[in-house]
């Protein structure tokens, strides 16, 4: 009751701020500017379970100003307290005659975990694998442990919301009268997170002891690149004790019959491309500027584009993932109306498939910037690089047992190549071969967007799917260099 006191009285702090911001907004006039003063954080504990570790920060002006307001800034795991100081957020309330009060809250994630791992007896560790970052791994131990493991891995983050565009609170899970249960994550990826963890706890409760480890992993940082997460904890010696063998991870809904199962990805390469040029007064024909520059450079990008547009648009052969997309995003440069600027950038998604040769791509690239003009320049703010695919023959073990498991359910499979990038090109990148699946058909495809949803028969029957895949995984006889 302690803890849910403490939590009510937080809520209520946010609210009544937030209330009085607005009114103060409302019938206040402006205040004079303050001067600059100093500025006092401090860190603390307030009592609960577990406790809630606080930055504070106060004025301190020798003229003994009246604190305006107290502020008081929540966040979750992946943005803590310590953000909002580095920010310079606190200081700057402060500077302003508030008392600014950042509070961690415990991750409701990892406690959640905690009791899920007590109710399946299973052990647990976590791994901070970078400042609060955290990889969480159940393990059920296999009747042959020395022999490769399977990895379920789903990660915990989830994109933001924007509420005014859903039909109902994003984080409520609501279920409507046809069985949709809207929230977000539903789809990308706590569906699976959950299948995964009711399947085991199904195959325990009916006394299977499969042969091989099973390693549930719940990861961070997926949804912003997986740096802080996946990528630098696969060459952590916790990942390589795991001793994997094969790795099941997310993939996308399926608006027909069959399943998607994704065995590769594309490279994601965000690039800038900067063009510089002359100079001059906004009233002259000024040759060589960096705006004439920057649009051969985007021409070039968007020509490519259309043409990887139209091969998608007239072959029935390709998916989205087979071809590369392009999309500008980015433009920046001038500092006025009248003023022709020196220099300006223009930046670029692009999604490259296995089948490409990047090395090629990226000296075609060259070519376009050569082409529009001297001295302009690229650079990489991601550049991936790793091609590898998972094996989808029949003679191969892994997949045999995947494919013939989801045969004797009826399941019809359709193999592509993931169009966007999840945690499997890490793991894939250190020679684990990896599927990306979630058992969704007869869904649209909704990761990221407004109104998120999935039906509840699509999300039990995926259960059940899990409980018939993870012992057919576990029991691939042992390879040659197992024995």
């Known amino acids: 009751m302690n803890f849910l ?12 701020a937030t209330l009085l911001l607005y009114l103060m907004g409302l019938i206040a006039t402006p205040p004079p500017p303050l001067p600059t003063i100093n500025v006092s954080i401090r860190t603390g504990q307030l009592p609960g379970d577990p406790p809630l570790f606080f930055r504070e920060a106060l004025p301190i002006d020798g003229a003994g100003r009246q604190i305006l307001l107290q502020v008081v800034l929540l966040h979750g795991q992946a943005f803590t307290s310590k953000t909002w100081e580095e920010l310079g957020t606190m200081a700057l309330l402060a500077t302003n005659g508030y008392q600014a009060l950042a509070m961690d809250l415990p991750d409701g994630a990892l406690r959640f975990l905690d009791r899920i791992a007590e109710e399946l007896e299973l052990p647990m560790k976590k791994i901070e694998v970078w400042p609060d970052r955290v990889v969480s791994i159940m393990t059920w131990e296999g009747k042959n442990p020395s022999l490769k493991s399977i990895l379920l891995n789903s990660h915990t983050d989830v994109v933001p919301v924007f509420q005014e565009h859903w039909k109902y609170d994003a984080f409520s899970a609501f279920k409507d009268a046809e069985g949709n249960i809207y929230a977000r994550g539903t789809q990308d990826m706590k569906c699976v997170t959950i299948q995964y963890i009711q399947a085991i706890r199904r195959l325990k409760a009916e006394g299977h002891r499969l042969m091989r480890t099973v390693h549930l992993m ?8 997986g740096h802080k997460g996946m990528e630098t904890f696969v060459k952590h010696p916790e990942f390589q004790k795991l001793n994997i ?14 399943f998607t199962v994704f065995y590769g990805e594309r490279n994601p390469w965000w690039i800038t491309v900067h063009c510089p040029g002359s100079p001059g007064h906004g009233s002259r024909f000024v040759e060589n500027t960096a705006a004439e520059k920057m649009r051969q450079v985007i021409n070039s990008f968007l020509n490519f584009r259309e043409k990887e ?19 500008m995003t980015m433009v920046k440069g001038g500092v006025a109306y009248n003023v022709i600027p020196a220099e300006m950038d223009v930046s670029f998604d692009l999604r490259i498939p296995p089948t490409v040769n990047l090395q090629e791509f990226e000296a075609q690239i060259k070519q376009w910037c050569k082409e529009a003009g001297e001295d302009i320049t690229y650079k990489f703010a991601q550049k991936h690089m790793n091609q590898d695919v998972t094996s989808t023959e029949e003679s191969d073990p892994w997949w045999s047992a995947f494919s013939g498991a989801c045969k004797a359910m009826n399941m019809r499979l359709e193999k592509e190549i993931f169009p966007a990038a999840t945690d499997s090109r890490f793991i894939r990148a250190v020679g684990i071969p990896a599927i990306g699946f979630s058992p969704m058909n007869r869904t649209p495809i909704l990761l990221h967007d407004h109104n998120e949803y999935l039906n509840e028969q699509i999300f039990l029957k995926g259960i059940s799917v899990y409980e018939r895949l993870i012992p057919a995984l576990a029991s691939v006889p042992a390879f040659p260099d197992e024995v």
């Open 309 to 327: 547009k139209t091969r998608l648009n007239t072959s029935e052969c390709f998916t989205l993932g087979d071809v590369t997309t392009v999309n």
């Open 245 to 258: 063998g094969f790795a099941l991870d997310e993939g996308l809904a399926n608006p027909g019959e069959a």
């Open 218 to 225: 719940f990861v961070p940082d997926e949804e912003v690149g």
């Open 5 to 16: 006191r403490n939590r009510l009285v937080v809520l209520g702090l946010v609210l009544l």
